[in-house]
Structures are given as structure tokens and as C-alpha cells.
């Protein structure tokens, strides 16, 4: 919510303060009659003005929720909380944890290592999110990621391989699109973790004991699943 753009309220005008001399009595000359009358009048302002305010903050929580559901998908609005990475074969996932700048640079550090050894780094649906993602929030941070990662701001450098792509086989129809528990399932591979999903990833993360250990969970297998995937396409060795 910090780097969100500010809430804006309603443009529909307040009821403002209860204004007796706008009271109308009608014939009503008693003095107790049009006493009820003002009283009444008083308790239909008061109510409008519970009514505005509580709908200004229902405006307002409803702007924040939906804000936070979309904004895991938009670097601007949104923080990497943590970078999964295992070497294939290993069993093993690896976390990245810590500053935000400290894990990007880390990463495209480890990228840059690949390159040179001529290793694959390989993920799922990464070159239309992941990659970008973390591009752009690099920039973000004031840490460009290396001239040869992408060329010609359009073309991702080889050793980054994309399942979803490698299984689409250049198509770009709908029907070529899978989900990795999709092609997990399709492959034998098992599923991903059910109670959890990508967008719900950070609110685990940095919510209880019991939710953040869910969280590695969910991420791990997520990984794991990759792996799997990238040796039935022949990306890696087994």
C-alpha cells in the first residue's frame, strides 16, 4: 500500500453539517410538534452522514483489495519477497531471502555465471512474467541487469528456457497455452500443491509461521515440478 497510488474519495458531495433553518414544519405550529419535527429531520442528517462515511470506507478498503490482488502481476506496484533456485539434480530448492536489491543482483549474478559455463537456467511461464518481472524491478532499484540478458529489448538471452514456450512449439494460440499443473499432471509428474495459489504467494509469505513454512512449500514443489518438466521435453539431462 506504500507504493500504491493514494485513494481517491468519492466526488459525491458530503451531507455536511445538520442545518436546522432547512428543516421545513409544514402547518405545524405547536411547539412540541415542530420540536419532533426538528428531531426527526436531525436523526435523517445524522444518518446520511453514517451512511457517506461508511461508504467512503468501504470505497476505500474495496480500492486497497482489489490494488493488492492485481499488484503481484505489476512491478511498479509490487516487491520480489523471494527468488527460488535449485540445481538440477540436486533435490534441493534454495531460497533467496533478504533486501529486495541484494536478491536481484544476486540473481542476475548467478545468471551471468550460467552464461559463462553455458548452462540453462530454466523456469515455467518465465519469459512472459518472471524475467520481466524482475527486469524491470531492477530498474526500478536503480540496477539495469546485463546488456547480453535481452537483445534488442524484445529476444531473452538463450540459457533462459521457458517450459510453457518450449511446450507451445512457437504457437501462440490459446490452445497451446498449459498450466504447469496441467502439463505436470499430463506428464506424470504429480500436481501442484493444492489451498494456494501464484497470487496468494505473498500474503503467505509474509504471514504466520504455519503460512510462511506453506509458502516454501508451495515454492519448492513449484520448482521441483519445473525440473521435472524441462527432463520429459529433453531441455535437461535426467
Known sequence: EKILPPFKPSDKEPPGEFDPSLVKYGNAKKADTRQRTLEAARERHELKVREFEGDQKQAEENYYRDARKGATLRPTRSKVCTIQLSVAGSGQVDFLCGEEVWMLTTFWDIAERCQHSSR???????????????????????????????TNDRYWNEIFVDIAKKWALGSTDSKSYVTLDELSSALGHGNKRCGLTGSMFHEFWNGTEEQREEAIKYGANDVLLTEMAAISLGVIDP
Open 120 to 150: 540453462k537456467m530454466v523456469g515455467f511461464n518465465t519469459h512472459k512474467f518472471d524475467l520481466p518481472y524482475m527486469y524491470r524491478r531492477s530498474i526500478i532499484n536503480g540496477d539495469i541487469p546485463p546488456l547480453w540478458v535481452m
